[in-house]
Structures are given as structure tokens and as C-alpha cells.
């Protein structure tokens, strides 16, 4: 899928919460020692929620952006704060903006990217000239269950906005791909997810992502050696690699975006996040192919290049890496009071 007017990225951010609980902490309680598939994952404070994280992220990416006037406000989660109420609206009083769409995004880890798609076509047929998506979650995971060592909190916005001077990437084409897969669920009311273990790899992850790469490769008609990076979705640290395996992309590709082993699977941003700290430190002219994936099931895959104009984007920001060294370790018993876990 290509728009007919080019649509660049004009603005990005990230958060990532300072807390971090280090897998062994979880292991130690359950398995009496060892870890998790990952180092550690990060842990909102007692403050802390998608709204709060969204309008963090969002105002760091509306600055980068030169603040345009917004016309759209989606946000991509499966955390929300309220059962029946947008975290949106909420979001778009925050910053101030009012004439404008406002819509949640609901579709397990790929909610973040599925917004940047609806904004994309929105902007390339014209009914609106910018517009930010979001990807954010406080992911959960019951107590004791493998989801637990990997669920992790985080935001990544990005403004995307209609052919102007100020873009520092273009997307050139995205794709989705998507069954009716039950490998990961939550019913209304439920406070933590179910999942089907035997289902998560192959039917449900491989497939899809494969599925959504192959086809923009296919309609771009590129091969993985056109990439400089390659951004995936990130539940655990070997699911990214095994996939870049099968699709013929490299570990060289992949590293600089794989952010797994030190924050853990913040869902709804967990792709979107590998994204931005790829924009980092990507160079003008590199292609950048990230693809999401959301349980029940379906993927997105874009195809980015990077303009010029990122060089000059970037001189004011914090690098996403550097928030993620910046961070504070807690314990379990911590992390448990700050999740409300005694209390469920």
C-alpha cells in the first residue's frame, strides 16, 4: 500500500519508565533462582500510566516537529485507564489540541503501528496535513506466568505529516497481513491475559510477521540486503532473531532496534520504540523495514527512508539508549506493591 502524496515522519520520541526489576528478582520468587529470557523489564511508579507516558512522548515528538497543527490524535494500547472512557481525548487536552480527530487504537501489540497506518492514509488523501500516533502500554502479566518476566511499560509517539521540507523520513510503503489466531487473549473484566503457549511461535508470530514482510518485499519489490536496519516486534529476545533468520535479514540489521533484553515487551510500543531508537542513530539515505505484530493475530510492515534532514532533527534530543541506561533497580516486593498485585 502506497499513498499518493509523500508522508514523512517530522517528529519522534520515546519514554521508558526509570524502574527496572531484573528478571532474576521474578525467577527468584517463583523458580527459587536463575532468570528470564530477558535482563530486565521496566515498571511504571505509583504515577504513572499510558496517559501520563503518552503525553510525555507526544510532546517531545510535537517539539522535534516544529509544532504543527495536529489533526489527528490516536493512540495505540491495551492498557487503557478506562473500560469505557478514550485515554485520547485525554491526551489531546494535555497538549492542548482541540480540532482535531481523536481515537483509541485497540489490537493487542500492534495497536501503535496500526494508528501510524490510519494516519499515513489520512494524511496521503489529503483530509488532514499532520497527525500523531502513539503506541503505549503498562502490559500485564500474572504472577508466575512466563508473561511475567517480559510484560514492561513505555510510550513511542511519532508525528507524521503531508510533503513539506521538515521530514527527517518518509514511509515509502506498509503492509498487514491477519487470521483469527488464539495464541493470547484477555476477556472484558480479567485482570491479566491468557495465552496458548503452543500457539505463540509458529502459527501466530512467525507466520504473520512473515507474511507482511514477504508482501511488502514483494510489492516494493525489494530484498532484505536493500535494508540498512530491520525493526520486529519484541516478546522475548530470540523471537526477533529467528525471524530475521527466516527472512534472510542479518543480526547486524537487527541490533541496533532489539531492545528486549534490557526493557522487556512494553507491547502496543514495543516495535514502535525499536523504531525510534533506530531513527537515532540512522543515516540519511539508510532504509529502515519494521514490522509489528499483534495477538489474534495480524502484522504491519513498513518500509522507511531516511531523509537528510534527520541529522539536523536530532541535535537536541536524548537518545532512546540513554534513557534505558538511566534507570533505578527495584526489587520484587516492589515492583508487586506498585502493580496492585496483593491486592488481586
Known sequence: ?????????????????????????????????????????????????????????????????????????????????????????????ALGIHKTLAADFEFACKAGTEAMQVITGLIGSGM??????????????????SLEYTASRGAAAFVLS??????????EASTSFVSDTGDFWRRQGE???????RFTGDPAYFFHVESSVRT????????PTDFTYVVFHQPNPKFPLEVAKRLGFTKEQLEVGLLNPEIGNPYSAS???GLI???????????????SFGSGAGSDAFSIIVEDNILNKR???????????DNLEINYSTYAKLRGILNK
Open 128 to 145: 488532514i496535513n499532520n497527525g500523531i500516533a502513539l503506541g503505549v502500554d503498562t502490559a500485564q502479566g500474572r504472577p508466575g506466568d
Open 162 to 171: 503531508s510533503e513539506n521540507n521538515h521530514g527527517l523520513a518518509y514511509v
Open 191 to 197: 485482570s491479566y491475559p491468557r495465552h496458548l503457549s
Open 1 to 93: 500500500m502506497k499513498t499518493k502524496t509523500k508522508v514523512s515522519i517530522t517528529g519522534y520520541a520515546g519514554y521508558i519508565p526509570k524502574l527496572r526489576l531484573p528478571t532474576s528478582e521474578i525467577a527468584q520468587i517463583w523458580k527459587g533462582g536463575g532468570s528470564g529470557p530477558n535482563k530486565a523489564k521496566s515498571v511504571a511508579n505509583f504515577d504513572e500510566d499510558i496517559t501520563t507516558m503518552a503525553v510525555e512522548a507526544a510532546r517531545h515528538a510535537i517539539i522535534m516537529a516544529n509544532n504543527p497543527d495536529i489533526g489527528a490524535v490516536f493512540v495505540g494500547s491495551e492498557s487503557k485507564p478506562y473500560a469505557v472512557k478514550p485515554t485520547s481525548t485525554i491526551v489531546a487536552q
Open 277 to 291: 531508537a533506530t531513527l537515532d542513530v540512522a543515516k540519511p539515505g539508510d532504509k529502515i523495514l519494521l514490522a
Open 216 to 223: 511488502l518485499l514483494e510489492e516494493i519489490n525489494a530484498k
Open 315 to 325: 541535535k537536541n534530543i536524548v537518545p532512546l539508549r540513554q534513557q534505558i541506561d
Open 271 to 273: 516495535s514502535p520504540l
